[in-house]
Nanobody
């Protein structure tokens, strides 16, 4: 089993920044990829960013490319999502997810473990 705990959400004005953290514990050696997804009210959960657990093969959705950066701290088993130039449309619950499979994926159903989510609200 893998446990994921997100933190770092909050309320920020448009144009501001936040950094989300996702701490992994348990059988972390089995993780192949980590992803960030988000779900706005009334909408489906959508892909934001993903990377190989080792740090390569990084992907972003078109809506966040150039504004968000995914990274990880090996020593802390933690993945980060640095979010800059935030817009009201970025308002959502953000989830991190871990995939045990053998490829990085942008597809929600490919991920095996999920965190509880952290709320990000961007005011205009």
């Amino acid at each position: 089993q893998v446990q994921l705990v997100e933190s770092g959400g909050g309320l920020v004005q448009a144009g501001g920044s936040l950094r989300l953290s996702c701490a992994a514990s348990g059988r972390t050696f089995s993780i192949y990829a980590m992803g960030w997804f988000r779900q706005a009210p009334g909408k489906e959960r959508e892909f934001v960013s993903a990377m190989r657990w080792g740090g390569a093969n990084i992907y972003y959705s078109d809506s966040v490319k150039g504004r968000f950066t995914i990274s990880r701290d090996n020593a802390k088993n933690t993945v980060y999502l640095q979010m800059n130039s935030l817009k009201p449309d970025d308002t959502a619950v953000y989830y991190c997810a871990a995939r045990i499979g053998m490829a990085v994926s942008t597809i929600r159903n490919d991920y095996d473990y999920w965190g509880q989510g952290t709320q990000v609200t961007v005011s205009s």
